[in-house]
């Protein structure tokens, strides 16, 4: 399968990302294209996250960081100077490693606030069938219809994990982050988010960051392998994992690495 | 500017700036006139000439600086084996019920209102004072320095310390309760891993935290110096320069209190006054940015 | 290491035990003793004039001019503190890393410490001798100063609770600066920050040295209006213990009375509802 700019939702060129004078990301050049499940994977401090927070600007959140190089969305490149973040973000979901709804927020205050804050719908008609369709969405509905003015604190993990994406979706993202989703979710809620993620993965292009290499294989179509800020390997999940080019990326798969 | 917040909330912070800037102005402005006159000796000498002609006037707050630092030592006498002793008990002895009233009484007596201190002080505290400490310490040691003077009337730097040492007992309790109850517990588990007693390890925690108690000590003294209607009712103002504690006297600010209101009718006495409030300024600010720098180094030596 | 040796050891312990829980207990035998004492002294005095105390002026025996003195300077004071005190107190949370930012905070900090009696004379030399008179507005003024560092300290440290994930997330959808603080996290912190503004408010509620050049006390008339001398109950008792008279004198221990349940009636619920205050 031969990939063209067209197809890309995402492209790097020579990103390179520093902390205060420590480089994390050294020069990656790197191609996620459109409706399918991302994942980058690597052991803990490799740079994933790092990376994960570029594609939305969100590092600019953090003293001390510096980008060089371009990150390409959709053809376009966000750190050009012209480019507000703001823009950029409203289109680029984000799931947390932490299952983050606003603890002073209702469940539907939560799905709501991004939609009605942002402006992007006229009337309350309209913000009831947006927060409806995002918890449908992100197979939330069912389990919470009843009872949308109670807080998050009484949801399970992965109830919460489920109330974010349907926090990210509501804005009808094109892209949607994911740092670690399941990190702080327990096997049942892993295997919901997983299950939903296949769904997802349609209409939306998923970009999954995991420190495990059995998640990656169960649920991404592609798969890069981040070690020490540098990409080792990238392709087809099934070729990466069944065929690695690299020592390095075998070791990484079969649990012989970090 | 994209950052439209800093825009909204740049008006308050320049605000603020403006105001700090202008209040050392004030201070600095209205006291150059007794500089210009007097020189240093308005700190360096005891005297209070307040005359109607202008050229008789002559200022001196020597002894309301002696009686700011004396009273103030002697509330650290009394505030710092109180406070010590408490944090040790509320973090190691106490049940976890009792820890949380203990905790609460404190911050309740730290925030009561000063003029209640003041109130008790003079009608209750000082009388006692006088009845049974200061009479008989008169009575029988008045040979040493510190007890001959008289007490006429327990109004005296010895009350205002004490009462000022029942004021910073919990602020200074605050300080030092949280800095042992920093301490990482690895070392607590190190202490008594040697087969020590509670007192043994006491004994080597209190050593670890010995600077938090330094700076919980400098900090209650420059809360103590700067209290002002509690220890005016009840220092007797008087203008002192002695060791005697039953002597009544003045501070900065019961100086200020007690003078301020008719300083207008003299041609300098504001401006000395504004001096003295310069001073009383210096001495807080200097103690409370050693005690917080000595706090702040602390706790990020703790928290590696 | 012998029997004997151990025995001494738990003795040591024991007596060690005794003289910390004795100086514990100590410390806090004038607290019980002010409250008995103001409560002995003070409540005579309320029974004896009902609520005549309460509501009168001086000359009725009563003390109302004195606490609608203090209510009005706390709500003006908070009014001219409250606004300044937030902004700069989440400017302080907002940017704590630029130069701007750290002098803030040292600002604040340093403003914490200010012994209240110099805001008082600073007030007083620049808004009660060009106005010509003490005024509710000169006293507010100075409670203003006083209060404001503490709220705005108190904000900062609220949203400063607030973990870093949430401010993620609230970036994370595209809104801007404005609404991820205003709308998202300044709600998040709300009871912190209602914390702060209620100590701040305890605080002033309470200050006497601040009031003594700027408020001027008023004690026979009610609400002159903001450019007239104004009473408060601190300011009240602080001149009453001054007079000789024994009647005065006993007005005081009234006024203090009132003055305490205020506080408590303030300070208690806040300090249940929250762990840790910094006074």
Partial sequence: MSITSADLAIETVRLKIWYGDNMVIKGINLKIPKNVVFALMGPSGCGKSTLLRAFNRLLELRENTRVEGEVRLFGKNIYREDVDPIEIRKDVGMVFQYPNPFPHLTIYDNVAIGVKLNGLVKNREELDKRVEWALKKAALWDEVKDRLRDYPANLSGGQRQRLVIARALAMKPKVLLMDEPTANVDPVGTKKIEELLFELKQDYTIVLVTHSPAQAARISDHVAFLYLGEIIEVGPTRKVFENPEHELTEKYVTGALG | ????????????????????????????????????????????????????????????????????????????????????????????????????????????????????????????????????????????????????????????????????????????????????????????EAAYSLGTTKLEATKILLGYIRPAIYSGTILAFGRAVGETAAVSLIIGNTFNLTLALFAPGYTISSLIANQFGNAFIYSYMTSALFAAGLALFVIGLAVNILGIHMLRRWERNVKL | MSSYDYSTRKIKEKAFLLIVAFLTFTMFIPLFHIFLTVFIRGFPVLAENGTKFITGTFQDGGIGPAILGTLMLVVLASLLGLPVALLVGIYAYEYPRSNIGKITKAILQIMLEFPTILVGIFVMQILVFPMGSYSALAGALSLAIIMMPYIAVYTTEALRQIPFTYREAAFGMGLTRIKVVFRILIPMAKRGILTGVLIGIAKVAGETAPLLFTAGGAYQTYYQGITKPVGAIPLLIYQLIQSPSNEYHEIAWGASLVLLIIFLALFIPVRLSLKEVKL
């Avoid at chain 2, 944090?87 to 925030?111: E, H, Q, R, T, W």
């Avoid at chain 2, 005296?156 to 040492?165: E, K, Q, T």
């Fill in chain 2, 1 to 188: 500017m994209r950052d439209r917040l800093k825009l909204i909330l740049f008006p308050a912070v320049i605000f603020v700036f403006v105001l700090f800037a202008l209040m050392l102005g004030v201070y600095f402005y209205n006291s150059m006139p007794i500089f210009h006159r007097e020189g240093l000796d308005i700190y360096l000498k005891n005297i209070w000439n307040a005359a109607e002609e202008a050229e008789k006037e002559y200022y001196g707050i020597l002894a309301a600086i002696w009686g700011s630092v004396y009273t103030s030592l002697v509330a650290l006498i009394i505030a710092l084996p109180l406070a010590t002793a408490y944090s040790i008990f509320v973090v190691d002895y106490s049940p976890k019920k009792l820890k949380n009233i203990l905790i609460i009484l404190s911050d309740v007596m730290a925030g009561l209102p000063t003029i209640i201190y003041g109130i008790w002080g003079v009608f209750v505290l000082a009388p006692l004072l006088r009845r049974y400490i200061m009479q008989p310490l008169h009575d029988h040691f008045s040979f040493i320095p510190f007890f001959s003077y008289p007490p006429l009337s327990g109004f005296s730097y010895f009350s205002a310390g004490v009462l000022l040492g029942i004021m910073v007992t919990p602020f200074a309790s605050a300080i030092i309760r949280e800095a042992y109850q920093m301490i990482p517990f690895t070392y607590r």
